[in-house]
Nanobody, 114 residues
Framework: QVQLVESGGGLVHPGGSLRLSCAASGFTFRNYAMRWYRQTPEKERELVATISSDYSTNYADSVKGRFTISRDNAKNTVDLQMNSLKSEATAVYYC????????WGQGTQVTVSS
């Protein structure tokens, strides 16, 4: 079945960097757009970045210029490089794909704190 497994979360100081990775399985990865979302207890789940099957990308205004989404179709992974992190980036980050239905990963916690 379709499975998404995130990794790479952790604690980082403001201004620091972190790289998240999502390993996908159970579908033809290269044919699908992939997304990263994030959620805090206070807010609804927010779309952070999208990468299409043709490698085109889109970002939330709040992360443009600091976050980069990329994909490796040989490894079936989609990464999110996060630089110049701010405290408001603290959230659980989820990988997402829509293949006949919405599929979420289990999430990985990112905490930005001094």
């Amino acid at each position: 079945q379709v499975q998404l497994v995130e990794s790479g979360g952790g604690l980082v100081h403001p201004g620091g960097s972190l790289r998240l990775s999502c390993a996908a399985s159970g579908f033809t990865f290269r044919n699908y757009a992939m997304r990263w979302y994030r959620q805090t207890p206070e807010k609804e789940r927010e779309l952070v970045a999208t990468i299409s099957s043709d490698y085109s990308t889109n970002y939330a205004d709040s992360v443009k210029g600091r976050f980069t989404i990329s994909r490796d179709n040989a490894k079936n992974t989609v990464d999110l490089q996060m630089n110049s992190l701010k405290s408001e980036a603290t959230a659980v980050y989820y990988c997402y794909v829509y293949r006949f239905r919405v599929v979420w990963g289990q999430g990985t916690q990112v905490t930005v704190s001094s």
